[in-house]
């Protein structure tokens, strides 16, 4: 192993120092990663602030989250938004003229419903005089749809708003090339026979090589994954740590899909299939057989595989959100609280996976909670690698001293906390609709532990992040 990662810390001049600083641990004996003492002392108080209003999550549902290529292949992405719509109406019995804005997320945009919030509500039937638009923030975008609609509520401008996402990478766009869109698209200009055979005589073969989305930093031309495979070596975290983790989390969702804790997914019944029940990414394994398989990125001393990567995935989801007052006038009890929440941004190049390292301590401080408060952690899993390097830079004096600026550091989430119901390695990744689920599931949780205070974070393209305080409502 100590060569393995010698090897690969060469590629890391920026980096590598960190690998000083975090020796190589197994995730079953590593200090920083066991569950944490019991008889924590847990804050009774609630986050309401004086003249600012309550806004509340009555319920959010998705689609099953499946694997890319498989029973969503012949859908559109605005089929699977209006799903999760038409199930957020079923779930919640919500007249439609009560909802005053629609907002979903999305990443990889059908150039066909470029604002699928709209395509998607006039699908599920709401009326044509209520607005919705489209964002994008890569796998933050459905968080940056629920803030978008928290910032309308908070403000006064609306009372009820549906926040979502959706990702269909069954599907994703492909364009011709460059030259050969040249070709066309002056072709279509050209107004004589001489015009048209003078541009076709330029044409050569290589103008037929398609243009593929790749899932790079635009600023880098670095894959995610290449990504965080360096990260994974520069905080030595090694691959039986990595395997061991990615194996929790599909246990942990196998679990709880048998035991019926996975609420939020509804029926969806695919035009000329089936009616898909259950995400079907949820695969448990052996250490030995995720042993065998061969590094995806960084080849071939890479540590980064298929097994602890999340998988390329389609689905759809969807939350009411209301001001507490509407909430409670309409009948509805809360499940609970959307309380603070922080965006965060850094180096896309060596911290892009960073996001919940930054951002937790953040909004940890403008809610004036700490870690002991929290009661269930939601965090998205990228990648195993990426989950353990946010583990240790949380547990770390030194970098949080050397490149975030703090005196101290934050810590390590409990693992007996920490993503209990699987997490984005097991259940699937849906670059756009992940934020609400992480949402949901710590929502649900809180209510079915009897915790208070959820904390959800997440990471993105571009080397930037999120974090909220979820509070289970009470009343």
């Known amino acids: 192993m100590t060569t393995i990662l010698t090897c ?17 641990r197994l995730l079953s004996c590593s200090s920083q990663l066991r569950a944490a003492p019991a008889g924590q002392t847990k804050s009774k108080k609630t986050l309401a602030k004086p003249n600012v209003r309550n806004i509340v999550v009555v319920d959010g549902v998705r689609t099953p989250f499946l694997q890319s290529g498989t029973s969503y292949k012949d859908l559109m992405p605005h089929d699977l938004a209006r799903a ?17 804005y629609i907002i979903f997320g999305t990443v990889i945009q059908e150039v066909k419903t470029s604002n699928v919030a709209r395509e998607a509500a006039l699908g599920a039937g709401f009326s044509d005089k209520t607005p919705a638009h489209t964002v994008t923030m890569a796998c933050i975008s459905a968080n940056q749809a629920m803030t978008t609609g928290v910032g309308l509520i908070a403000s006064g401008q609306c009372d009820v708003i549906v926040a979502g996402g959706v990702e269909l990478m069954s599907d ?39 243009e593929l989305p790749a899932v790079a930093e635009f600023s880098t031309s670095e894959t995610m994954g290449h990504s965080a495979d360096r990260l994974a070596a520069a905080f030595a975290v ?11 989390s599909h246990s942990l969702a196998k679990k709880a899909q048998d035991e019926g804790l996975l609420s939020d997914v509804i029926p969806f019944k695919v ?8 995400d079907n990414g949820i695969r448990p394994s052996s250490l030995e057989q995720m042993a065998k398989l061969k590094p995806a990125f960084i080849k071939p001393y890479g540590t980064v595989t298929a097994a602890n990567s999340s998988f390329l995935t389609d689905g759809a989801s969807a939350m009411l959100i209301m001001a507490e007052e509407k909430a409670l006038a309409m009948g509805y009890k809360p499940k609970a609280y959307l309380r603070d929440f922080v965006y965060v941004s850094q180096d896309p190049k060596d911290q892009l996976l960073l996001g919940p390292t930054y951002a937790t301590p953040k909004v940890l401080e403008k809610a004036g909670l700490t870690m002991n408060d929290i009661d269930a952690y939601e965090f998205h899993e990228a990648f195993s690698g990426q989950i353990l390097a946010n583990f240790k830079a949380m547990d ?6 050397n490149y975030m600026g703090r005196k101290t550091k934050v810590g390590t989430p409990p693992l007996e906390k920490f993503n209990n119901w699987g997490g984005s390695l097991s259940l699937g990744h849906p670059f756009g609709a992940t934020g609400c689920r992480l949402v949901m599931a710590a929502a649900n949780r809180l209510r079915k532990e009897g915790g208070q205070y959820g904390l959800v974070a997440a990471c ?9 305080i979820v509070e289970a409502y009470s009343k």
């Open 460 to 468: 993105a393209a571009g080397g930037q992040g999120h974090a909220m």
């Open 271 to 278: 035009p000329g299939k089936d009616t898909v029940t259950k």
């Open 172 to 210: 994703v766009p492909i364009r011709h090339s460059r030259k050969m869109r040249k070709m066309m698209l002056d072709l279509n200009k050209a107004k004589t026979l001489g015009q048209r055979l003078s541009l076709i005589s330029k044409f050569r073969l290589n103008f037929l090589s398609p």
């Open 238 to 248: 090694s691959r039986l740590e990595q395997d061991e983790y990615a194996l929790r």
């Open 84 to 100: 999760a719509l038409t199930g957020l109406l079923h779930q919640t019995s919500v007249p439609k003229e009560v909802v005053d």
């Open 396 to 401: 770390s004096d030194w970098f949080a001293q």
């Open 8 to 24: 690969t810390l060469k590629n890391l001049p920026s980096t590598s120092k960190w690998a000083l600083r975090f020796p190589v």
